[in-house]
């Protein structure tokens, strides 16, 4: 929950403090997209246009019980989908060149 500040600089502390926690949750949910890549046959796979709206379904959802604007909460997971799909698809590829057992 969102405290009432009292000043630009006290917002921008806490806007820092957030970005801190973001950039972490972001590091480990790209660790799993690592790992997803292991188990996905083909490219269609990493794309997986459906589970992409799973997704996007879910978190306009959770904006919405949170009170955050699905809107903008959607834009920012099209796009956070869209480079771990890139990052996921790296990894697929690099894992075609060198398999492991």
Known sequence: MAVN???LEEVRNNIDRLDQ???TLLAERGRYVSQAARFKKDTDDVKAPQRVEQ???KVRHLA?????????TEQVYRAMIAAFIRQELDEHAGLAINPTT
């Open 5 to 7: 500040c009292t000043s």
């Open 21 to 23: 926690q973001i950039v």
């Open 55 to 57: 997704v996007i379904a």
């Open 64 to 72: 919405t019980l949170a009170d955050a604007n699905p809107d903008v």
